[in-house]
Structure formats: structure tokens, C-alpha cells
């Protein structure tokens, strides 16, 4: 009643006659003025609340008229006076429908005794909220409920919660022979440390933790645990666990970090410092495997393509030179089906070797598949640098190779493309020193050509 009261005041309204309809279309919600419980005045957003079209479905009415029937009673708005502050309660609309609201009743004795003002504000969406609420935790508590992993809560060191497949992967006869045991105790005695007095410290782990769930039948399971912390206290745990009893590799896995475990908990920032660094190299082991040739350590096509269009961009930044060699091994498909597979892939491992010697340290020679190889020179110089390059190529790959005992002789067709002149971009340098190659292969092979140029044997200055 203040509340109303206070705002009247401020807003240097007063109850009269005259003043009454702008008191009441003051407020943003259901306000009206009764008399012996009678509808008098109401406002604009009354009429809107209870959908009437005008004042003539409202006004005379007795206000209980838009009350369901439990509030149907003549001392029913004296009721909602003698409470203190608001009061919940429900409202018929016109056309039947009902929706919650807060009441607010106070005397309006200027007037008379007998007259009342009523307000009535919407408070649905609230209740629909709230509702909605409830469904979402109930929808919840029935997805852990029946989620195929474990899930339990914990608060105090003490179990709070456990679903159904926690039970069971367990062996417990129902959820209550479970609540209220300290947590530690459907864990192995080796962990009683790290789920009783760290916790707290392990919560923050962001990785599953590997463990020993203990079984009522005494037997272990392999499992991994999440923790997650409820709230800012420190004391209340969600945890979540995974068998991978199923899993030998995860198994044998665990088996290590358990005897690692057993030894040093107290060590265990460094171990999680040593896993992250495993995982590094691995992965750095599976990008580099990704980049270069699998038989011969080259660079494969698709990191030297990265290379050319960035050696490609430096060079139109210095206004330099580049040189791209496409180079094809001449009798490499004899000695393959002669000598077998395994003289063939010891041949292109020797290959590589000799290729990677008769370069420059800024050279970079790559397989691009078969017995195909490509090399990039940045800052190739003049055509006398890059044909004395192509010039060592063939001489070393003329030598005979030892194929496990027995004698090897190759050749090589290479074709040369030089940036700018034969092609700006990868694209167009690849497919013009590809063609030479194959130009050089037309023309009886073992020997070099430029981009337009006739071929040229090694020892042509």
C-alpha cells in the first residue's frame, strides 16, 4: 500500500472526482477504481490485460467477475487490502482466459469509505519462466539420469547424487547404498589422495583424468574421470566417468600413468607438462609426414607448392631471379621391373641424396611423385649459373647407383623455367618446365633445356 501511496505523492496526484482517470492511466498495468467492490473507473491498460473491447464490458461489473472462481467472494478485494504489500493471485479475462498477477489494494477515502483502488500487474511471463525452468532442470536431471556414462555429484567429500549407470557400473544395489559415502571410496585406495584432499586442484584439469573405479564386488575398472566444479565454493563437484575397459591401448596407457601415480602424486604438474610435450612432438611428427615424402624425406608437391608461391613472392620483392627445375629420371621403369620394387625404392632414395648434394644450401629439392622431381633456386643469377646447376644434376645422377649389389644407370631430362620471364606465378612456371622436360625427352633424353630453348647435353657450356 506505501508503494502506492509513495508513487501517488510523487507524482502530485491526489483522489477526486476529476483527478481519478489520470491517476489511474498514470500506471503501466491494471489499475481501477471500485466502489462496494463494483468497477467504477479502469484504465487504458486494464481494458488491454483483460481484452475488452471498451468500458462497457467492464464497467458496473463487480471487479470478482474477472476473478476464477476461488476469488469469487464479496470480501474478496478487503481480503487483498488487509495483506501488507502484494499479493499473487489470478484474473479472468473477456474472453475467459486467466493469467497471474500481483494485487495491490488501498483506500482511496478522499472519495468516500467505500471506494477502492485496485491494481493488478502481469506477471505470466514470469510464471512461464519459471516453468520453463523447471522443465529444463527436470529434462536435465532425466538426460544424467539416462546418459550411458557415469555421473554423480559431490559436495563436502561426500557422494550427493549418482545416476543409474553409475550404480551400475559399480555393482550397487540402488543409488541409496551409494549417497552419502565419501567419494574417494568407489575409487581405488590410490586414489583416495587425489578425490579426497586435491580435488579441488584436480577440478581444474581441463583433460579427463585416467583411475580405478572400485567395484561392490570387489574387482577395478579402468575409467576416465572429468571433475567440474559447481560454483565458486571450492566444496561442490560434478564428476563424470568413462570405462575403457573396452579399450587395450587406453588400458595399457593407464596402466603406465597409474604405476606414475602410484610413485608421485605430488608430481603431478610435471607429468601433465611431459604429456603436453608428447603430444607436441606427435604432432609435429604427423605435420611433417604430412609435408614430406614418405620414401625419401623430400619435401612432397604440397609443401613445395607453399614454397614456390612464397620464394615467388620474394623475389617479385627483390626483383630477383628464380629457377624451377623439372627433372624425370631416364630408366628408372627398366630397372623397376627388372630389379623389383625394393631396387626401385632404393634407387629414389639414392637419387634424392645426390640431388640434395648438387644443389645450393638456399636450393630445395622435392619429389613430386614417381620418378618425378622438382627443384626451386631462388636467386638463380644469370642462365650460366642455372645451366651449370642443371650440368652437376646430370653428371651425378650418370654415375652408376649400388643396388644391393647390383649396378644401376640412370639419366635425367630436365626442364628449366626461370622467373619472370616464363611464367610469373607456380602454375604457369610448373607447366612451362614441365614441358621442356618433356621436350628434352622427345629429343633423346639426358639433358637440360630453358623454357624455348632447344635441349642442351651436360657438358654443353
Known sequence: MNSIAEDRRAAGLRFSWETIQAFLEFFDDLACLCQDGIILRINDHGLDLLRAKD???VIGRPFTDFMPAEYQDDDTLNMFLEEEGVCPAKIRRVDGTTFGVDFRVQWARELGDEYLVVRATDISERIHMAEDIQRSEARFRKLVGNTMQMIAAVEDGKITFINHAGVELIGAKGAEYVVGEPVASIFHSDYAELFGDMIAEMAQEEDMIPARLARRDGGFIDVHTGLTALGDTGHAFMIEVHDITAHRKAVMSLHKLNMELEQ???DRTRELS??????????????????????????????MMGLLDNEIRHATRDQTTLALMFIDLDGFKAIND??????????LKQVSERLDDSVRVSDTVARFGGDEFVICCPKAGTETDIAGIARKILATLEAPFDLDGREG??????????FPQHGTNVDTLLLAADDCMYAVKA???????????????????
Open 338 to 347: 627388372t630389379m623389383g620394387h625394393d631396387a626401385g625404392d632404393e634407387l
Open 274 to 303: 611431459e604429456e603436453v610435450d608428447r603430444r607436441r612432438k606427435a604432432e609435429e611428427q604427423m605435420s611433417y609426414l604430412a609435408r614430406h615424402d614418405a620414401l625419401t624425406g623430400l619435401p612432397n608437391r604440397s609443401l
Open 55 to 57: 468500458r462497457s464490458q
Open 443 to 461: 629429343a633423346g633424353k639426358n639433358a637440360y633445356t630453358f623454357s624455348g630453348r632447344p635441349p642442351l647435353p651436360k657438358n654443353t657450356h
Open 264 to 266: 608421485r602424486v605430488s
Open 409 to 418: 644407370k640412370i639419366g635425367a631430362s630436365i626442364g628449366i623455367a626461370v
